[in-house]
């Protein structure tokens, strides 16, 4: 076996096992941390098929950024607890699996079919030589997304202040949505009313003689 | 064939990026717990990336490379809503289970 084939199936295990743990794990931490196998498996593919930044990318972005942020959510939330394996609808497994098994044959069926176009090298080659020089992926990848797709990529930074903008809006809670927040929570864990407002008069008190 | 000249191909790829999609699909219909779902998505828009930058490949065209990046950026806007989001439930209810916000309603 060539060296290829070799990192090619070490890669692909990585990366399908990684992906049935996702799925079955029943701890969100051990799902998070089986994901960074999978995303890192995929980086190794972009790197066999000689795309090295969207390989560094992949890696810093996904495996770096986006589950870091899924381990924070977990450990703030602290859901780190198992998941009850009880189904509310009992023919959801079955019917999940069954669905699953048409979407696989469906991509197998049109992937048999021929090409749409044909058309090689639309935006730009990854081997052919630019004016003469030999060009990096980097280059190469930076010519085509800063020239064809240069619209696509403002684009792209204003949906990235609109996401930014509106996280902070939604994780944020204003003064009086935090109090009604935590009223609504005493009443649901059983706390009266009587005693909500005997411990709003102790905590004034407490306040008043230091 | 002999495993000794073995060749990697496209279609291996292809093959590979077609079983994570269904993986992460049928994860996604399966899992109850919001946040595994989402990973279920982001098994999903992984596999689809592999895909582009193999046609890439065969296709000798830089575009799909470029589009990964998209992906990414989209991925990644995904993300923080939707975690903003799930924090946002949290707080108004104790689980994170699809199961709790059925009703679409507070």
């Known amino acids: 076996m060539t060296v290829e084939a070799v990192v090619f199936f070490f890669a692909a295990a990585l990366a399908l096992g990684g992906a049935l743990g996702v799925v079955v794990g029943r701890n969100p931490v051990h799902c998070a941390l089986l994901l960074v196998v999978t995303l890192v498996a995929v980086a190794i593919f972009f790197l066999l098929q000689d795309a090295q930044l969207v390989f560094a990318v992949q890696i810093i972005v996904y495996a770096g950024a986006i589950v870091v942020l899924f381990l924070f959510v977990i450990m703030l939330l602290g859901v780190d607890k198992e998941e009850s394996l009880r189904d509310p609808i009992p023919y959801q497994r079955p019917a999940a699996v069954a669905l699953g098994a048409i979407l696989l044959a469906e991509i197998f069926v049109l992937a048999g079919r021929t090409w749409a176009t044909g058309a090689t090298s639309a935006r730009g080659s990854l081997r052919r030589r630019v004016d003469g020089q030999d060009l990096g992926n980097i280059q190469r990848v930076a010519r085509t997304l800063f020239t064809d797709f240069l619209w696509a990529f403002e684009l792209t930074a204003v949906l990235l202040v609109i996401a930014v903008v509106g996280a902070v809006v939604l994780a944020r809670r204003s003064g009086q949505r935090a109090q009604l927040d935590e009223h609504e929570r005493a009443i649901e864990e059983g706390i009266t009313e009587a005693e909500l407002s005997e411990a709003a008069e102790e905590d004034e008190e407490e306040v008043v003689t230091p | ?106």
């Not at chain 2, 269904?22 to 990973?39: E, K, P």
């Not at chain 2, 000798?60 to 939707?82: K, N, P, R, S, W």
């Open chain 2, 1 to 106: 064939m002999s495993l000794a000249a073995l060749d990697i191909t496209p279609n291996y790829y292809l093959v590979v990026g077609a079983l994570l999609f269904t993986i992460g699909a049928v994860g996604l219909l399966l899992r109850r717990n919001v946040l595994v779902m989402f990973m279920c998505v982001e098994l999903m828009l992984n596999a689809a990336n592999l895909t582009f930058v193999t046609f890439s490949r065969v296709l000798d065209d830089v575009g799909g490379q470029v589009i990964v990046f998209f992906t990414l950026v989209v991925a990644a806007a995904e993300v923080a809503i939707g975690l903003a989001i799930i924090v946002a439930i949290f707080r108004r209810r104790r689980g994170a289970t699809a199961d709790d916000v059925r009703l679409l309603k507070g």
